[in-house]
């Protein structure tokens, strides 16, 4: 388990907080897909999910191998919420911090985000990334967006 989601936990022990549910995953619309990710301590490595990062192939790009990196499998969105036995109308909140595969990430979510149409908290580091975020939770229905800070949004879908 990450040490983000360690500590995500560890507070929400602390404070006795029974209403949330802490999963720690890589999501993304392609099944199975390995994903190289920074071990914590580490550089960032914003960008490096990607499915053309290929270790058996070969063909991780050269200025990531100095990287302390572990490679894991993926999951989609609605594969994760239906294994973790999660009633699609318990949830309150989706957050997503994903490194620019926002998009990706709520793709692979169609089913849940289409059913219910939770708040989804998102960072979007650029406005190119900020448009392709919301383009396609248009498609899913949300048509309402708050900035709550410099790079952080939620996204709502208002009758």
Request: glycine letters at 4%.
């Amino acid at each position: 388990m990450s040490f983000l989601a360690e500590a995500m936990k560890h507070t929400k022990n602390r404070n006795k907080i029974n209403n949330i549910i802490i999963i720690c995953a890589a999501v993304s619309s392609k099944k199975q897909m390995k994903m190289l990710i920074p071990k914590f301590g580490t550089s960032s490595m914003s960008g490096l999910a990607s499915d053309s990062i290929n270790p058996k192939a070969g063909n991780i790009p050269k200025s990531s191998l100095s990287y302390n990196c572990i490679q894991v499998n993926t999951i989609t969105l609605d594969s994760l919420i239906e294994k973790s036995k999660i009633d699609q109308n318990d949830i309150a909140l989706i957050k997503i911090d994903v490194e620019r595969m926002e998009a990706d990430v709520l793709m692979s979510g169609k089913s849940t985000l289409l059913k219910g149409h939770p708040p989804i908290l998102f960072e979007a580091n650029s406005l190119e990334l900020l448009f392709e975020t919301k383009k396609v939770l248009d498609e899913l229905g949300y048509n309402h967006y708050e900035k709550i800070s410099e790079r952080d949004y939620i996204a709502k879908k208002k009758s």
